[in-house]
């Protein structure tokens, strides 16, 4: 199966793209996936299709707009990839498979922080919201091992912006940034 099959209209657009692109794994990961919740689009290659356009709308040019497809090509595509009846954590979580993945084709940290570490804003909030209390430092050590923080804002807010999301999750995150220095507005 061809990039193109999966992701209607797909062109790679650098010479990393396309060799992403033609590798097996990838392409295995992208056509995994049905309806489901936060996901309703169903196929990863679906999901990276809808990310495609939003940013393609949002007119990022040059070197971000790179960086954050491929982020989008990858950051999902090993969900396919975990083992079942295990616990989804370290080296049996999607984003650490996809982070071990692009090692393959990058030493960009920027990249693979953000892939390995992309869904750790909507875990510490989903625990916020059931408990009431944010862990502190858990939230600190997720901003310490975050290469390229403005780079991993844009990524999370591009990824949590698609149907059946919803925006709460990246709006507290943006808040704790805000409070904690990290953003300038």
């Known amino acids: 199966m061809r990039a193109a099959e999966l992701i209607p209209g797909f062109r790679p657009e ?4 396309r060799r992403i692109m033609d590798d097996p794994e990838l392409l295995a990961g992208l056509e995994w996936g049905k ?6 689009e169903g196929s990863v290659a679906a999901h990276v299709a809808d990310l495609l356009e939003r940013l393609d709308r949002s007119g990022e040019t040059g070197e971000p707009r790179a960086r954050l ?5 990858v950051h999902d595509s090993f969900k396919y990839r975990v083992a ?3 616990p989804r954590v370290g080296e049996n979580h999607h984003a650490m498979r996809a982070r071990r ?3 393959g084709y990058t030493d960009d940290e920027g990249l693979l922080s953000t892939i390995e570490l992309h869904d750790r804003p909507w875990a510490l909030w989903r625990r916020y919201r059931r408990t009431g209390r944010l862990r502190e430092g858990a939230f600190e050590q997720m901003m310490e091992e975050i290469a390229d923080p403005d780079l991993f ?3 999370v807010t591009l990824d949590g912006s698609t149907e ?3 925006p709460e999750p990246v709006r ?4 704790q940034l805000e409070r904690r220095g990290y953003l300038a507005r």
């Open 164 to 166: 059946g999301k919803v």
């Open 101 to 103: 993945f692009a090692e």
């Open 69 to 73: 497809r491929f982020l989008v090509l």
């Open 172 to 175: 507290w995150f943006e808040d």
């Open 84 to 86: 079942e009846g295990y």
């Open 35 to 40: 309806p489901r919740g936060g996901h309703p």
């Open 14 to 17: 650098d010479d990393l793209e």
């Open 153 to 155: 804002l844009a990524f």
